[in-house]
């Protein structure tokens, strides 16, 4: 009987060191695989959040990302829609939503650029981090570039879709009641910030749909860099 047991111990020992060395050899990714899954993770992202922002309603029906009238100027939107110009109002909200789907296609050669200079210290930090991990990093590398570049697009957004000029009737007409204090939003700028906000926003979802479904894994690297956590 005890020699029936080590005969079956042996066996398991050897089944077990086997396995585990074959697991070693399986799932051991090189930085450079890592770096190279990261970079994909988020192309994929960028590439599919700018769409998604870039076609129409993809702000105006999105409400995670639906650019509000100024939250500075909400008393001025109260009046107006007591006053009958509600539907002025709404037009123009519809119309800022139209600006920022108009310029959300300008940001992905921004993006690109950022994940060029990605190191391999910044892949190991991200792979390992939290869930939004890589929209922070990108978030970092991008966001100043974007507001420069992405800014003046906004404006002329805002101008070709005719948000500028309802804008300007709205506080035209706001600003002539008697004793209001006149609005004094910087549209381009607020446009500006919450559209890049609304942007961030879809690569961190395209993030974690990458981070924890493996439907999401579209490439060979995305599945054996992310399958491998």
Same mark, same amino acid.
């Given at each position: 009987?005890?020699?029936?047991?080590?005969?079956?111990? &042996?066996?398991? /020992?050897?089944?077990? +060191?086997?396995?585990?060395?074959?697991?070693?050899? $399986?799932? $051991?990714? &090189?930085?450079?695989?890592?770096?190279?899954?990261?970079?994909? %993770?988020?192309?994929?992202?960028?590439? @599919?959040? $700018?769409?998604? %922002?870039?076609?129409? #309603?993809?702000?105006?029906?999105?409400?995670?990302?639906?650019?509000?009238?100024?939250? #500075?100027?909400?008393?001025?939107?109260?009046?107006?829609?007591?006053?009958?110009?509600?539907?002025?109002?709404?037009?123009?909200?519809?119309?800022?939503?139209?600006?920022?789907?108009?310029?959300?296609?300008?940001?992905?050669?921004? +993006?690109?650029?950022?994940?060029?200079?990605?190191?391999?210290?910044?892949?190991?930090?991200?792979?390992?981090?939290?869930?939004?991990?890589?929209?922070?990093?990108?978030?970092?590398?991008?966001? #100043?570039?974007?507001?420069?570049?992405?800014?003046?697009?906004?404006? *002329?957004? /805002? &101008?070709?879709?005719? *948000? &500028?000029?309802?804008?300007?009737?709205?506080?035209?007409?706001?600003?002539?009641?008697?004793?209001?204090?006149?609005?004094?939003?910087?549209?381009?700028?607020?446009?500006? @910030?919450?559209?890049?906000?609304?942007?961030?926003? /879809?690569?961190?979802?395209?993030?974690?749909?990458?981070?924890?479904?493996?439907?999401?894994?579209? $490439? #060979?690297?995305?599945?054996?860099?992310?399958?491998?956590?």
């Amino acid at each position: 009987m005890k020699k029936q047991l080590a005969i079956i111990g &042996s066996v398991l /020992l050897i089944f077990c +060191f086997s396995s585990c060395d074959q697991l070693t050899t $399986t799932t $051991t990714l &090189s930085d450079a695989e890592i770096t190279q899954g990261l970079k994909e %993770a988020l192309r994929v992202g960028t590439d @599919t959040s $700018t769409y998604n %922002a870039h076609k129409v #309603d993809g702000y105006f029906k999105n409400v995670e990302i639906k650019i509000p009238f100024p939250p #500075d100027a909400e008393y001025a939107e109260t009046t107006l829609r007591g006053l009958g110009f509600g539907s002025l109002v709404d037009e123009f909200v519809l119309k800022l939503n139209r600006a920022a789907e108009d310029a959300a296609g300008t940001a992905k050669s921004i +993006f690109i650029d950022a994940l060029t200079k990605m190191t391999i210290v910044d892949a190991l930090s991200i792979l390992n981090g939290a869930n939004n991990a890589a929209t922070i990093y990108l978030r970092s590398k991008t966001y #100043d570039s974007l507001k420069i570049i992405f800014k003046p697009q906004i404006d *002329a957004s /805002l &101008s070709s879709v005719g *948000a &500028s000029q309802t804008w300007l009737t709205l506080t035209t007409t706001y600003n002539n009641i008697p004793l209001v204090t006149p609005i004094n939003t910087d549209l381009p700028d607020y446009a500006t @910030t919450k559209a890049l906000d609304g942007l961030f926003i /879809l690569i961190a979802d395209q993030e974690l749909k990458i981070r924890t479904d493996p439907v999401a894994r579209v $490439t #060979d690297i995305l599945q054996k860099v992310f399958g491998h956590k």
